[in-house]
């Protein structure tokens, strides 16, 4: 079936099975290798990308559903040369070792932050209530979704943290 | 030309005199803008011309022959192209290290899940379903399933040991533990699932893939494949995680292989999630019994440990259990014994620090026992029973910080608040302990060739076919080479995994730092030494800083010495006899500090520490992170991590990252790692020594100990769920 | 994944029209779509009911709220009423799956999430839900996670879900369209099953039925409410016991509670005797401990899960101690 997607501001018709899932659909039909596929099912968060600011799990969701859908991709975020300060952090903080789950982790962390922002609250936040602050442990379950195998969490939680509070700081 | 050693006496410290300050420094990975924009490509992310997907199918009984497979179930699917089950295919992945084809076969099914075909089809969706449909009817044998009850035993004669007399010494002593662990079958999971893609030009065969250690790789493949070595090039340039389970050429790639050829195009296999699980290494589970006895010092007179571990068939691989506990402590009473039980399960091999990632969980936890039993604090126990030389051969240690290692740590955790006394600490619902556990892995080297190359316009190539897993390859060489040429870091680049390349030894065991990192500084004494012939100095006198060569009173900008062209020039080292002559491991100490729930028995790390000596450190973040990735390791080994069988027909049950319960962020405390400054001359010419595993070597007997310093309960069958620890918990 | 036929549908009327014999709603997909990449589930329709007008949260004529089928769990989670007036569905949801999954899963499918049992997972092995008559693979295999209450010699599952757990705790009711476009509504204790001998069927619903919304009853005054989940991981597992308790003291005596279970069994447990026990009484740690043995009363370990009865004991105790602000007896 044919399908048109809005991807990182582009345009994209494509004539794919309608099983193809948007991972599928963004790694093998248009290049867009950034998104990875670690379990397919939803359970690691490497194919994490962003759909109209919010994160989602790509493999476990049909391209054809995300029709007028506006799709952000790692490589929507930055490019080597011009990195995102979040993506700036993860190399200073070494929050990745072999690199598979990052673009994932990044993904994740970029929409948390914001949710964060809005005032939603996590398991672990002491109230329901009033504004979140963004300490170790809330950033920590938030960004649970994201297996990391060679567990660079130390490093990433620092990035996530030094990423919101700069963002923080801009306001 | 080449610059060849061979590791038969403690080397010089060439590098504390180069002065560059580059190696060591906590530089970024080099590779690490391309990481994290999603644009370095891995194993299936490319797209070929004509590329095919297959899909490979699972057997369903856990021991049996295949009696036919019903390619008309599946082969007027959309899509399909072939159904291949071929005598080659792999039974299971090539052991670490084999260099020849593992046990081959599709016919014969020795456990279940074991690949058994291909299904090849125009897209992955149609290759994925009719995998699914594909009709595959079995002639079922009794299986094997269970460890402890399997018929056949093997006993390795490299896993036993016999010195005095353990019973008497046992019986005499002030103090005893005799005591019995066990740790379950774990899997590496690493997140990038196992992947190839096998594209053939004529009888050249390339095969995109995800592994560990390419020169073994390749010849396991061309054996596999029954071609010759020279024409099978494998590419691996990013690797998303291996921790052991890509170290040996695995189903997928042959079958990719033989899919490929005989369809003329190229095929892409990845294996789902649920394959990696199945169809790839496990982490034999272990059962150890540990005896320590001590005198009134605390000095051991006995030492014992005596595990049952399993493998397949045909399989000479055993996880080496007692591997650290050979060289950590002495006593002279000693006894060792491995058996192996032959059982249909997936294929049991190395998953990160194979030994002394189970070896130690026992080990740690049974000196926990006997300290508390001697009346001794851990630490002590511990320094009481350092060897002045190996209790069983004799020989001496290379460099060892082990001491140091313990008393900084015990400083840096605040060690001395701790309370001898079980479940003295309490916070509303949570009880709160600490425990430590030492930290020890066997050093290995490993053949490693590499080949420099310094370009007139004061740039330097370092190329070889060793691989970056995660574990900082193309950060350490490309320091390495730096701080040899007197070139800054980002004038280097490291080109690596492509088996056209001198080959290294690939990443596992360790060894991979070190070797490969001195090829390349062999390689880089040979430019030195043409620099210096050029300059008109000794190669001694020679010192290179920001692209100029002095010797002497000589000084030359270095693109006046290589009008030339550039100079090119391979290391090639070779272990020796330091191997013998020194028991050689790295050391470190670990400290946990958990919050025990008092009425669910869950528990939480809160701290973490770890304090390492590992010889010269390459690069301070990139090693920092392999000891944080270990420890993580160690954390999912004592509270999370357990593959389990069903006691019926042995098949995995909990095949994906769902219900594998790998440690996920909240699970991790923010994880401090500290290093100690130490040369390892014996090691190898850069002093280093092995760091991937070393982290995860003790880490989890640390938590498990401070499971019980928290509430008095002492896990010994890892992990320690909450289950195990509500049964030890009073009545609410 | 088995091929299908994929319908957008525009609006509940024709959703139910598209929706025969063989056809599945996917709003969210998160459980779906893992199911159907096992093919454990082969639908060979999918109606997409995502641009269907059921995003909504608003507030009901008698004071409760009526949550949109569609509304996701993230934004469920942290809609203001809900964080103010139901805080124990606030922290249930928020204590399930992750941030990514909670942004597409919605209020509609988390009802009807399938079993994590293993053997329902892997189509090579027996499961009564999964193939009616194989079996239950999970009885005499690997049963950690399975149920101690309610189960049958036919299957040992448990529901999954957080979210149903506390809407059962809060008397929630299921909005539904039929095939036949007649609406009506369902007491969330009658919309799960207990297994018996057709494990297959896990609701009432009736094929083509699409659930439009969950309706909340006015938030009762002066409660207590808490959500508390009891896992293999610190996060991102599922529950091995779960409690969900909305609790009122009338003076120093249990004015009214609800109490309803995860983990425990095929569906939300709840047990009208246990609060029975409760209601009226002084709190002490001998009435919890009343309360639980009548809720444990036929509780049934399979070997694996025996835990879970002491589990349940210790954590519905810890629970009622924290919402009577009871100390533990010395």
Redesign the interface.
Known sequence: MEITLDINGDRQVLDL?P??SLL?AL??HL???????????G??G?CTILVNGRRINSCLTLAAMHEDDEIT???G?????H?APL??G???H?G????????GQ?MSATAMIEEAREGWPSY?SPSLEGDIELS??E???R????????????????AIREAAETREAAE | MTTYLKMDAPQPRHLDETAQGVLGAPQ??P????????????A??H?LDNMADGFLV?A?ISKGRVVRIDEASVKAM?GVLAVISDERFLRNPAQGGAGAAPVQGAAEVAYFGQPIAVVVAE????A??AA?SLKVEYAVEEADVDPETASKVDTPDRRQLDQGDIAAAMGDAPHAVDVTYTTPVQS??????HASIAEWDGDRLILRGSYQMLKFNRAELADSLGISAQNVRILSP??????GSKLGIAPEAVAASIAAQELGRPVRV?M???QVFEGTMRRSETRQRIRLAADTEGRLTALGQEDRVSNLVGESFSEPTAQATHFLYGGENRRFKQEVARVNRTCAGSVRAPGEAVGMLALECAMDELAEAAGLDPIELRKRNIPDLHPESGIQYSARSLAACLDEGARRFGWSERSPEPGQRREG?WLIGLGMATAARANVLSEAQARVTLHPDGTALVETDMTD????TYAVLRQLVAEMLGLPSEKVEARLGDTDLPPGPGSGGSWGASSSGSAAFLACRGIRQMLATKLGCTADELRLQDGTATGGNLRAPLADLLTDGPMVEEGHLVPGTTAKEFSQASYGAHFAEVAVNA????T?VRRMLGVFAAGRILNE??A???C??????GIGAAL?EEI?????DG?I???????Y???????????EVAFLDERDDAACPIQSKGIGELGISGAGAAVVNAIYNACGVRVREYPA???KV??GLPA? | ???FDYIRADAPATATKEAGAGARYIAGGTNLLDLM???VMTPERLVDITRLDLRDVERTPEGGLKIGALVTNSDLAAHPDVRRDYPVLSRALLSGATGQLRNKATAGGNLLQRT?C??F?????PCNKRDPGSGC?AI???N?IHAILGASEHCIATHPSDMAVAMRALDAEIEVEGADGAGRRIPIADLHRLPSDTPQDETTLAPGDLITAVILPPPAKNTFQAYRK?????????A?VSVACVLRMDGDRIGGVALAFGGLAHKPWRDPEVEATLTGESPS?DLFDKAADTLLREAQGQGGND?KI??A???L??VLREATQTE?AA
């Not at chain 1, 975020?77 to 040369?81: A, D, K, L, N, S």
């Not at chain 2, 944080?628 to 390791?633: A, D, F, L, R």
């Not at chain 3, 009891?230 to 599922?238: E, I, K, L």
């Open positions: 099975d099983r193809t599928d790694r093998h290049g867009l290798t950034g998104s990875k596929k670690g379990c397919d099912h359970q690691c490497a991709t790692i490589e975020i930055g490019r080597p040369g990195l993506q700036e993860f190399v200073r070494d990745f070792q072999c690199g598979y789950c990052t673009p990044i672990v170790d442990e950033i920590a379950e960004m649970s979704g994201n297996l990391c195998r060679c567990a660079a969490y130390t490093g990433i939680v620092q | 970024d990975r590779e690490g803008p391309l990481k994290v924009s999603g644009r370095a490509v891995y299936a992310e797209e699972r369903t959309p897209t992955f969706e149609q994925r379903h699914r590496s999971a690493p997140m990038e699932p990013y690797v998303g995680g291996g921790f990845v789902a999630r649920q619902e897993i995660g574990t900082g009425t669910t028995g869950e939480r973040k990139t920092r992170s392999q944080q990735g270990g420890m993580v390791w999370t389990a069988h069903d006691p019926r098949h049950v909990n095949r994906d990252l769902a219900e319960h790998v440690p996920v962020n909240l699970d991790v405390p923010q994880i769920t909450l289950d509500l049964a609410l | 994944m088995r091929p990449k096992l093919e994590r293993y053997y997972y892997d189509p090579a092995q693979g005499g295999g690997f950690r009891v896992r293999d991981r610190a996060s991102y597992a599922f091995l740690d835990f002491p589990l004991r210790r954590t105790k810890a533990a």
